[in-house]
């Protein structure tokens, strides 16, 4: 993949994870570089957000919590949609203080 190509993929996905990653023509070595160079960031076990996302959620709980749910979305199945305390976050019903990082899916 190109440097140019890799830069359109990066732009056109915020949250994947690493088998999404790699499907769409990053290889692995390109992968860790990414993560080396802060161009995406870990948000769980295999799955990855851009630089941009992560500075888009920066300092406030529930778009970070809206990564998380991408992230665990993608994981388990573009099937899934948020439910319960996930899907109040996510529709901006202020039920909850602090969101976290535990992310409801049915």
Known sequence: MTRRDLTNTLSDIAVATRAH????????????TLVDSGAL?????????TRSAVDWAHGNPRRLHILYVYAAMDAVGRDS????????????????RHPGETVTLT
Do not use: C, E, K, P
């Open 41 to 49: 960031v870990r948000l769980r076990y295999g799955s990855y957000a």
């Open 21 to 32: 990653w790699i499907a769409r023509g990053v290889t692995a070595r390109q992968l860790r």
């Open 81 to 96: 949609v948020a439910s319960f305390q996930s899907a109040a976050i996510m529709h901006d019903i202020a039920l909850f």
